[in-house]
């Protein structure tokens, strides 16, 4: 299984809402990323897990809340967003220290 | 900030041309890779080149690397509508974590 998922795949929410994005592998993969992408630019990186462990927070405002509560699972729970945080929302995993990403499909997330 | 730039922004060509895309970057790598994004979806891995390699080849794909130039080219020989999409170069920087940090992209439109 060389997939990553992504679930929702579409999700509207309101600046008082509370929603978490899912990302899943089954690859073994011990490293997995959160990456926010606007629209024609690239995507940037908001957060690094390694061995289930936060390693880097690329300066991501705190109403955005990463979690991976196992080696197969990152969430990227989401409370208070702006509108100007509407975007597509990429999950990567990876082996820690081998160059490949492995994404998944994204969240297009709207902000109301 | 990120790692590299990329032109042109957007390409259009025809059926059958080939498509070069250049990516230049900034800081010294290890090697560089190349990703592929349809429209609104996940980055697919294209092909990664190592520091020490000047050309590498894969199917329809060639990529060459002048670490002296800081850059990087991808041809695309035979172009299909299929190769409409984004296209990304990226790199790794090693900040604790491995963070990969991509170019701004070009878009590909292969006309019928």
């Known amino acids: 299984d060389t997939e990553v998922t992504q679930t929702p795949k579409h999700l509207v929410m309101g600046m008082t809402n509370k929603k978490s994005l899912k990302c899943e592998q089954h690859?073994?993969?011990?490293?997995m990323y959160w990456y926010k992408q606007k629209a024609k630019k690239p995507p940037e990186l908001m957060f690094v897990?390694?061995?289930?462990?936060?390693?880097i927070n690329e300066s991501v405002p705190s109403r955005f809340s990463p979690e991976c509560p196992n080696s197969s699972l990152l969430n990227l729970h989401l409370h208070a967003l702006q509108p100007e945080d509407s975007a597509l929302y990429l999950c990567?995993?990876?082996?820690?220290?081998?160059?490949?990403?492995?994404f998944g499909p994204g969240t297009r997330l709207t902000v109301l | 900030s990120q790692q590299g730039e990329e032109d042109p922004q957007a390409l259009s060509i025809q059926e059958g041309e080939n498509a070069t895309m250049n990516c230049s970057y900034k800081?010294?790598?290890?090697?560089l890779q190349w990703y592929r994004q349809n429209s609104g979806r996940g980055l697919v891995h294209l092909i990664l080149?190592?520091?020490?390699?000047r050309e590498k080849h894969s199917g329809r794909l060639r990529v060459t690397l002048d670490t002296s130039k800081k850059s990087s080219s991808l041809l695309i020989t035979a172009s299909r509508a299929a190769d409409t999409a984004s296209y990304f170069c990226?790199?790794?920087?090693?900040?604790?974590?491995?963070?990969?940090?991509f170019g701004q992209g070009t878009r590909l439109t292969i006309n019928p």
């Open positions: 990567a995993s990876s082996h820690p220290i081998r160059p490949l990403r492995y």
């Open positions: 690859m073994g993969h011990r490293a």
């Open positions: 897990y390694s061995y289930e462990k936060l390693s």
């Open positions: 800081t010294s790598i290890n090697n």
């Open positions: 080149i190592r520091s020490n390699e």
């Open positions: 990226a790199t790794l920087i090693i900040q604790g974590a491995q963070k990969l940090v």
